[in-house]
């Protein structure tokens, strides 16, 4: 079982930068392809962007590119996601997901990851 705890989450102006982090543990981390999602109040669960097991593939939903950063550090078994320029419509819980299933990337739907965190509120005010 993977487990994953993402920690981060914050309240920040319109403009300004979060970092999130997601620690896995349980299992071998370089076995799972990785995820962020987010999930406004009343709004579908919505991929944001995902990561391949060594970090050599990355893939953004249009409304981040350009603005967020995926990365990861096998290492210290984390996931990162950067945030920057954040806007009011970026105010979500923010939940990482892993899967060993890897051959398929991207995977931008929430039941094609397998093991999730509880999630971290990020809440950008205008």
């Known amino acids: 079982q993977l487990q994953l705890v993402e920690s981060g989450g914050g309240l920040v102006q319109a403009g300004g930068s979060l970092r999130l982090s997601c620690a896995a543990s349980g299992r071998t981390f370089t076995q799972y392809n990785m995820g962020w999602f987010r999930q406004a109040p009343g709004k579908e669960r919505e991929f944001v962007t995902a990561i391949t097991r060594g970090g050599g593939n990355t893939n953004y939903v249009d409304s981040v590119k350009g603005r967020f950063t995926i990365s990861r550090d096998n290492a210290k078994n984390t996931l990162y996601l950067q945030m920057n320029s954040l806007k009011p419509e970026d105010t979500a819980v923010y939940s990482c997901?892993?899967?060993?299933?890897?051959?398929?990337?991207?995977?931008?739907?929430?039941?094609?990851?397998?093991?999730w965190g509880q999630g971290t509120q990020v809440t950008v005010s205008s």
């Open positions: 997901a892993g899967t060993d299933v890897v051959w398929k990337f991207p995977k931008v739907l929430p039941e094609e990851y397998d093991y």
